[in-house]
């Protein structure tokens, strides 16, 4: 199985501020098509999770262009260039190259 | 606008059954990879079960391998999960997601399930 680490697993940032979390995968994520299937999630208190990005760095619809995402390989990040208040949750990479699919074990997004 | 919604959640007893179902809305099911995921109180999310709608592709993760069975229902557009022999590592919400680009897109706000006695 493939296993995903994220880091860190809790992150306290002050509103405006650019916040960055890691995600990195046990072997590599490029599947056999090319493609590299790795996703990150919001999931905030309360709520369902919601996709953000897709294949590394690509943005879903509907999500804010402050959210990026990075990488190749085993190593990722995705980057919110400046946290607003509504940010605030847990972010979750995903990997869905190779069943079982697995996920990270989250970062908590906090507000200073 | 495009809806999961996830239902027949509750209260069951350990060894018992439930069955869960994804009812789509505003997108066919046909030609779409539909997951459930589930998530235990206070923890992260897990992915439990794939199914791909229309070439019979079953695929689930190893703690509900011959407990579990994902299936399709094309007429009512859903998609439902069979969940036998529960125990209490299964109280979770389940949610439902379909795959896009090879990520989740979730649409619905899950079903609870409680294994317990």
């Known amino acids: 199985d493939i296993v995903m680490t994220q880091t860190p697993p809790s992150s306290p940032v002050t509103l405006g501020r650019p916040a960055s979390i890691s995600c990195r995968s046990s072997?590599?994520?490029?599947?056999?098509?090319?493609?590299?299937?790795l996703s990150w999630l919001q999931q905030r208190p309360g709520q369902p999770p919601r996709l953000l990005i897709y294949?590394?760095?690509k943005r879903f619809s509907g999500v804010p262009d402050r959210f990026s995402g990075s990488g190749a390989g085993t190593d990722f990040t995705l980057e919110i260039s400046r946290v607003e208040a509504e940010d605030v949750g847990i972010y979750y990479c995903?990997?869905?190259?190779?069943?079982?699919?697995?996920f990270g074990g989250g970062t908590k997004v906090e507000i200073k | 606008e495009v809806q999961l919604v996830e239902s027949g959640g509750g209260l069951v007893q350990p060894g018992g059954s439930l069955r869960l179902s994804c009812a789509a809305s505003?997108?066919?099911?046909?030609?779409?990879?539909i997951s459930w995921v589930r998530q235990a109180p206070g923890k992260g999310l897990e992915w439990v079960a794939s199914?791909?709608?229309?070439?019979?592709?079953?695929y689930y993760v190893d703690s509900v391998k011959g407990r579990f069975t994902i299936s399709s229902d094309s007429a009512k557009n859903s998609v439902s999960l069979q969940m036998n022999s529960l125990r209490a590592e299964d109280t979770a919400v389940y949610y439902c997601?379909?795959?896009?680009?090879?990520?989740?897109?979730?649409r619905g706000q899950g079903t609870m399930v409680t294994v317990s006695s």
């Open positions: 294949q590394i760095s």
């Open positions: 199914l791909q709608y229309d070439v019979s592709g079953k």
């Open positions: 995903m990997q869905a190259t190779q069943f079982p699919l697995t």
């Open positions: 997601a379909r795959s896009l680009f090879g990520a989740f897109d979730f």
């Open positions: 505003g997108f066919t099911l046909r030609d779409n990879w």
């Open positions: 072997q590599s994520l490029v599947h056999s098509d090319g493609n590299t299937y």
